[in-house]
């Protein structure tokens, strides 16, 4: 079946450090790809997504890219802030109309000033 | 934005009891909802799905009898884990959908389950 795999954390960066959470897919057809966010306490929030290749979400700084030929959609951003703390989960959904979610395992990502 | 409220947040309970969780939108309707599991250092699994009136969809490998889902109204669903064991332990979350809002969700912010 469709399945997600992401880098393991935890990852700790310093303000204003190059930020990079692998993630790679599985799936039979041609999925839609999300990045979501967990900032403490809160729940799960949509950050980006992409539903074809070559596709590019951004949103807030973060960008990434739907890489067919690779099957991956890794998150990215220039320079983080220790606002960014947070859980990120990348995702997938059949496009086949069950509109499930696979979600990797999580990578908590720490900013430190 | 849309807000769901989940609760209660954690929750610790003995062996052989009950335990409800409830999922709120609270200014949405939601049509659908989605209840996931999440073992530590794993991904989230999704266990089930429900649609406003009707009975939930159960992923394969999860007992509809031990993880009851109640979606009576657009804006309360409820997972009732019944005679809860230690191996139900797991931080529970569940997701919402409005109607007409393709692959937009909103989420709950969780809860964790300890069985004693």
């Known amino acids: 079946g469709d399945s997600v795999t992401q880098m393991e954390g935890p990852v700790t960066l310093s303000e204003e450090a190059f930020l990079t959470i692998n993630c790679t897919y599985t799936?039979?057809?041609?999925?839609?790809l999300f990045w979501y966010v967990q900032y403490p306490g809160e729940g799960l929030q949509l950050l980006l997504k992409?539903?074809?290749?070559?596709d590019k979400g951004s949103n807030k700084g973060f960008e990434a890219t739907y890489r067919k030929e690779t099957t991956s959609f890794h998150l990215e951003k220039g320079s983080v802030q220790v606002s960014d703390s947070a859980v990120y989960f990348c995702?997938?959904?059949?496009?086949?109309?069950?509109?499930?979610?696979?979600f990797g395992k999580g990578t908590k990502l720490t900013v430190n000033p | 934005g849309a807000v769901v409220s989940q609760h209660p947040s954690w929750v610790i309970c003995k062996s052989g009891t009950s335990v409800k969780i409830e999922c709120r939108s609270l200014?949405?309707?939601?049509?659908?909802m989605f209840w996931y599991r999440q073992f530590p250092k794993q991904s989230l699994m999704l266990m089930a799905t429900s649609n406003e009136g009707s009975k939930a969809t159960y992923e394969q490998g999860v007992e509809k009898d031990k993880f009851l889902i109640n979606h009576a109204s657009l804006t309360l669903s409820t997972l009732t884990v019944t005679s809860a064991h230690p191996e139900d332990s797991s931080f529970y979350i569940c997701?919402?959908?409005?109607?007409?809002?393709?692959?937009?969700?909103?989420f709950g912010s969780g809860t964790q389950l300890s069985v004693l």
């Open positions: 992409a539903t074809k290749a070559d």
């Open positions: 997701s919402a959908r409005g109607a007409g809002v393709r692959e937009k969700l909103f």
């Open positions: 799936a039979t057809g041609y999925p839609s």
């Open positions: 995702a997938l959904s059949d496009r086949g109309g069950s509109e499930k979610l696979v």
């Open positions: 200014d949405f309707q939601a049509t659908t």
